[in-house]
Nanobody, 115 residues
Framework: QVQLVESGGGLVQPGGSLRLSCAAS????????MGWYRQAPGKQRELVAV???????NYAFSVKDRFTISRDNAKKMVYLQMNSLKPEDTAVYYC?????????WGQGTQVTVSS
């Protein structure tokens, strides 16, 4: 019932920045939270950042003070501003939404941090 489309990934040098965007469509009423997850090759998908309907945010320790999640309800968008990127941030980043107890996922966008 919710479609999520990520964009903004790409190749960036260590220390650089990227801004990921996630556009939500479909039945987006009562979305409790939205977030970003990432999955590196051969690794488990992990939580990066979450923002609730009340604008409360949570971050993985590894990205704390470097990444910022935000949402624009009017534009039906959620963003992830990534600064001071490290090679270990390289992964496919997925947008996530929770609505009525169901989880929805985007297709993912590749982020590669390399010199």
């Amino acid at each position: 019932q919710v479609q999520l489309v990520e964009s903004g990934g790409g190749l960036v040098q260590p220390g650089g920045s990227l801004r990921l965007s996630c556009a939500a469509s479909g039945i987006i009423f009562s979305i409790a939270s939205m977030g970003w997850y990432r999955q590196a090759p051969g690794k488990q998908r992990e939580l990066v950042a979450v923002i609730t309907s009340g604008r409360t945010t949570n971050y993985a320790f590894s990205v704390k003070d470097r990444f910022t999640i935000s949402r624009d309800n009017a534009k039906k968008m959620v963003y992830l501003q990534m600064n001071s990127l490290k090679p270990e941030d390289t992964a496919v980043y997925y947008c996530n939404a929770i609505r009525s107890g169901d989880a929805y996922w985007g297709q993912g966008t590749q982020v590669t941090v390399s010199s």
